[in-house]
């Protein structure tokens, strides 16, 4: 009797309502609320659902981020996580967004890569926001990228700066942030402009051939790894992933990067983010000042594009609507959707989605070179 009474005891014991904290149950309804957005409201679920459910996985059972230990594996999580801190799968997700993305819009209005190098204000205001408060110079570059409403970019830097205890909520607030683009930025984007200003047509952008879209990605790796060789992880992926697209002659590898890799790559990572999201090392107030400069740093950085859209618009003429500014953040496409979906509102017949595509890739290329300024201003290679 005793031996059934002290087997039913350990198996009880071995629940994890035995095991958990307060600050994990409360982890454990933001993973549901999380969840509850991405299928209920659809806010970038292929990101938000891996992401909410890691961090669910991780309060329920904080073992699966157990690191390797001397005579113990580690936990299954955690191995996807050292692919994150090796900077391994934020590369491979730029290729794949190489091999998803039409640069022909950027290439077709050069211009737009004024207004993705704008919209990269928001990473300095949010860098030396974090010196502000406390932070050293390399955790505030690393916080400042969330700016760039760049999750992959995040990770890389963060990695590479050596600020891996604070991966995890630098990692879920950029990730979040682009999620809830829809939601930030449109109430920016009508605070700053007019009406006539969101109603304003831009004329059709001009065909772009064959071979200025294969020499593109080759010149932006030879001229922007020269300056700053750092960025070759990121920018050279993004344009090798682009050359596969453009080039025409390797259709499995553009299918492969922009598809089945993708989501493999997307799965890994959003787990792993998810998962380094525990009660001790999300609940505390370092990572409520990392989420409030993540949240101030994308508005300056969405205000800053829309203002030099506006700036644009009055050297013009009114040819440039000023929402297309706004794409300069990192989110693709979801930002230039945005931008379409604001201007659709003033007038149904307006199509800005094209336009707002260039400053949407710009603001990819420019958020990855801002991260590399960060790499050889603290020497890290």
Not at 245 to 273: C, F, H, K, P, W
Request: hydrophobic share 55%; net charge neutral.
């Amino acid at each position: 009797m005793s031996y059934i009474v002290n087997t039913l005891d350990n198996l009880i014991h071995q629940t994890a309502f035995f095991n958990l904290t307060v600050g994990n149950y409360i982890m454990i309804v933001v993973a549901l609320v999380f969840l509850y957005l991405a299928i209920a409201k659809e806010f970038e679920p292929l990101l938000l659902l891996p992401i909410a459910f890691g961090m669910l996985l991780v309060n329920i059972y904080p073992d699966i981020m157990k690191p390797i230990g001397d005579h113990a594996a580690g936990g299954l999580l955690y191995y996807f996580y050292l692919l994150d801190e090796w900077a391994i799968l934020p590369s491979l997700i730029f290729m794949g967004v190489g091999a998803m993305t039409d640069f022909g819009p950027l290439i077709a209005n050069p211009k737009s890569f004024l207004l993705g190098a704008s919209a990269q204000f928001g990473i300095f205001a949010a860098y030396f926001g974090a010196i502000w408060l406390g932070f050293n110079d390399k955790a505030a570059a690393a916080i400042s990228i969330i700016g760039g409403a760049d999750g992959p970019t995040s990770i890389f830097l963060a990695g590479k700066l050596g600020q891996t205890a604070l991966l995890g909520p630098i990692a879920v607030a950029a990730y979040s942030y682009m999620s809830l683009v829809p939601i930030i930025q449109p109430p920016i984007m009508k605070l700053l402009t007019t009406k006539e200003e969101r109603a304003i047509k831009m004329a059709q952008l001009r065909p772009v051939s064959k071979l200025e879209k294969i020499l593109f990605p080759i010149i932006v790796t030879i001229v922007v790894c020269l300056i700053l060789p750092t960025t070759a992880p990121l920018v050279g992926m993004l344009m090798l992933g682009n050359l596969f697209r453009e080039s025409g002659v390797v259709r499995q590898l553009t299918d492969t990067a922009s598809n089945a890799l993708m989501y493999i790559v997307v799965i890994l990572l959003g787990t792993s983010v998810g998962a380094t999201t525990s009660a001790e090392a999300f609940l505390n107030v370092a990572t409520i000042k990392i989420v409030v400069l993540g949240l101030i740093a994308f508005a300056f950085g969405t205000a800053a594009g829309v203002l030099f859209g506006k700036a644009m618009c009055k050297l013009t003429g009114g040819k440039v609507n000023p929402l297309i500014g706004s794409a300069g953040v990192s989110a693709v496409p979801m930002a230039a959707r945005v931008s379409q979906k604001v201007g659709a509102e003033e007038d149904p017949t307006n199509f800005l989605l094209m336009h707002a595509m260039g400053p949407n890739v710009a603001g990819v290329i420019g958020t990855a070179v801002a991260a590399g300024t960060f790499m050889a201003i603290f020497g890290v290679f």
